[in-house]
């Protein structure tokens, strides 16, 4: 089975914070994606990569960037954390069918819930 | 741009009875996947059921199902013996390419012993 592992399931920080959300996946997947859940809205896209060193914005990237070194690891990063991104957020991985090159279907994580105070 | 619309923010089901959950969405591409996906207390989204759109026959797992209607843009989401273990959030899903993917806001779904 797939495994995607965040790295802490609750998180509290402060305002202005540098904040640094991790996410690693065991399957040499290709494709990595950030996204947060709020009530009602479902779950939106801030970013992701398709590949170590790429980046792809998604709906809602303003105040985050992501970081992805290593093909197992894509990192979130809240620059300067604000109240309004108190939220879910959900990592998820995925690899290509080598056949004929279509993206497979995401493996989530089990989210990390931030709150900004 | 593509957007999924689920009609129903909670439903209810007893004990091994049989619910329908809705979906609706909005795409110009004519080749793309549907998900329906299950969220429990646990937060793990999990995938229950996958449709590709150039297939006419309708998706099925086991107790789930789906009904296609593609000229409709429907997705909805039968769930047939429900179990309390099926008690969730459920949130359908559609993308063309597996990465860019839209959902809607959910349906919560109690199940009743």
């Known amino acids: 089975d797939v495994k995607v592992t965040q790295s802490s399931r609750y998180l509290v920080k402060r305002t202005g914070e540098k904040v640094f959300l991790e996410c690693v996946q065991d399957m040499d997947h290709e494709n990595m994606f950030w996204y947060r859940q709020d009530p009602g809205l479902g779950l939106r896209l801030i970013y992701f990569?398709?590949?170590?060193?790429?980046?792809e914005k998604g709906d809602i990237p303003e105040g985050y960037s992501v970081s992805r070194e290593k093909k197992e690891r894509f990192s979130l990063i809240l620059e300067s954390a604000s109240t309004n991104q108190t939220s879910m957020y959900l990592c998820?991985?995925?690899?290509?069918?080598?056949?004929?090159?279509?993206?497979?279907?995401?493996?989530f994580g089990d989210g990390t819930r931030l709150s900004i105070l | 741009a593509q957007t999924v619309t689920q009609s129903q923010p909670e439903m209810s089901v007893q004990e091994a009875e049989t619910v329908t959950l809705s979906c609706t969405y909005d795409t110009s591409e004519s080749d793309y996947y549907l998900f329906w996906y299950k969220q429990p207390p646990s937060r793990q989204m999990i995938l229950v059921i996958r449709?590709?759109?150039?297939?006419?026959q309708n998706a099925t797992e086991n107790r789930f199902s789906v009904n296609f209607q593609k000229a409709a843009k429907s997705f909805s989401l039968k769930i047939s013996d429900s179990q309390l273990g099926d008690a969730a959030m459920y949130f359908c899903a559609h993308t063309y390419n597996n990465n860019d993917m839209r959902f809607g806001a959910g349906t919560r779904l109690t199940v009743k012993p």
């Open positions: 990569s398709y590949d170590v060193k790429m980046k």
């Open positions: 998820a991985s995925s690899t290509r069918d080598t056949r004929d090159y279509s993206n497979q279907p995401q493996h």
């Open positions: 449709q590709e759109a150039y297939k006419q």
